[in-house]
């Protein structure tokens, strides 16, 4: 547990990661593959406008992504856990529907969501255990995998003794 606030929601951290250099490098790729074709065409191509505009946005979004990635956490409180992810991703789970807790290695599957070493965000299909919601640093391996009746998520906490005890 790392801290714990006045009103007995207990803060866990996630394991440590560099999952935000993924989110920047894709975003520097994705921005070099749209800027290099408009500025050897001098943007007289509609197709090299149409993909700035279609990329640069996309390039945006893993940039903030990779500035949020310090607002990971998973929130304890009496009777609900919440998984966070800056203002975009909000799970939560209320304890009486957890029916089980474990660590699991999760099988690769080629469709993915926000999963790259080091980060796994969203709902992310999995070839094992079928769709999970990913709040964590790890995308395959060592993963919390917490199961309801109804959904599947995916957390890893730096202290996951003391998270799970809690």
Not at 55 to 72: D, E, G, N
């Amino acid at each position: 547990m790392d801290t714990q606030l006045p009103n007995q929601t207990k803060t866990f951290h996630p394991r440590p990661s560099y999952g935000w250099a993924w989110l920047v490098l894709m975003s520097i790729v994705i921005s070099t593959l749209a800027i290099l074709p408009a500025l050897a065409t001098g943007l007289s191509s509609s197709s090299a406008v149409l993909t700035l505009i279609i990329c640069i946005p996309i390039a945006i979004a893993f940039l903030v992504l990779a500035v949020w990635f310090p607002t990971l956490r998973y929130e304890l409180e009496q009777d609900q856990l919440t998984l966070r992810y800056g203002p975009v991703l909000k799970y939560r789970i209320p304890l009486g529907n957890i029916r089980t807790i474990r660590r699991r290695n999760l099988g690769l599957t080629i469709w993915s969501t926000i999963r790259f070493p080091g980060i796994a965000l969203f709902t992310v299909p999995y070839a094992d255990v079928g769709n999970v919601k990913m709040c964590a640093t790890a995308a395959l391996n060592n993963i919390l995998l917490i199961e309801t009746e109804k959904e599947k998520y995916g957390l890893t906490p730096a202290d996951e003794e003391a998270f799970v005890v809690a």
